[in-house]
């Protein structure tokens, strides 16, 4: 089936470290975006790629980065310098220009 | 950017209509009116859209006002799945450009 695999669903980080979050669709989607969702809250804009080879900061994109090396992945690291990163990360994607964006499962991060 | 402002929460019975309001005074003429809902530690899925006229699917119905500074999310005969955070986006241009707020937690009584 087509769509947005996220992993891992659960992870757990301590402060310091780094963490890559993976993000690949199947869709033949062109853009592909990364958010943030804090508990109670609306979504944040991280980061967004509407092609291969280049990416844009959204809203929040202190402390994050990302790659976009292959159209399907668009892997998410929360670095050390993100104060605050416990939360839910979503990744999506849609066609470039479209109106409706797919979403994944999610994972959440937890610094212990 | 255009923000919505919609209620908290809701509730409605079983297997009646739910409307769910959402206000966006600023709205500009090349906005769209996206709704998304979301299910508890999933993805938000896409409900419906809309410009000017009023939509429909098979997931529900968009009412959008005259004046496009109000619109009303229509589910028809509510189920138990139906209950969700609810999100009223406006969109203009593109998709990153989205603003999410915190929703409408729509309860479903049995």
């Known amino acids: 089936d087509g769509g947005i695999t996220q992993s891992p669903k659960y992870l757990f980080r301590k402060e310091g470290q780094n963490v890559t979050l993976s993000c690949e669709q199947n869709?033949?989607?062109?853009?592909m975006y990364w958010y943030r969702q804090d508990p109670g809250q609306g979504l944040r804009l991280i980061y967004y790629s509407q092609i291969v080879n280049d990416f844009q900061k959204g809203d929040i994109a202190e402390g994050y980065s990302v790659s976009r090396e292959k159209k399907e992945s668009f892997p998410l690291t929360v670095t050390s310098a993100q104060k605050n990163p416990t939360a839910f990360y979503l990744c999506?994607?849609?066609?470039?220009?479209?109106?409706?964006?797919?979403f994944g499962e999610g994972s959440w991060l937890t610094v212990v | 950017d255009a923000k919505t402002t919609q209620p908290n929460s809701m509730e409605s019975n079983e297997e009646e209509p739910v409307h769910l309001p959402c206000n966006h005074s600023t709205i500009s003429g090349t906005d769209y009116i996206h709704w998304y809902r979301q299910l508890p530690s999933q993805g938000p899925e896409y409900v419906i859209h809309?410009?000017?006229?009023?939509v429909n699917n098979r997931m529900a119905s968009l009412a959008i006002a005259e004046d496009r500074k109000s619109s009303t999310l229509i589910l028809h005969r509510a189920t138990l799945r139906d209950a969700a955070v609810y999100y009223c986006?406006?969109?203009?241009?593109?998709?990153?450009?989205?603003?999410w707020g915190a929703g409408t937690k729509l309860i479903i009584k049995p």
């Open positions: 999506a994607s849609s066609i470039a220009g479209g109106n409706t964006i797919y």
């Open positions: 986006i406006l969109s203009r241009d593109s998709n990153y450009q989205l603003i």
């Open positions: 869709l033949n989607h062109d853009a």
């Open positions: 809309g410009l000017t006229s009023n």
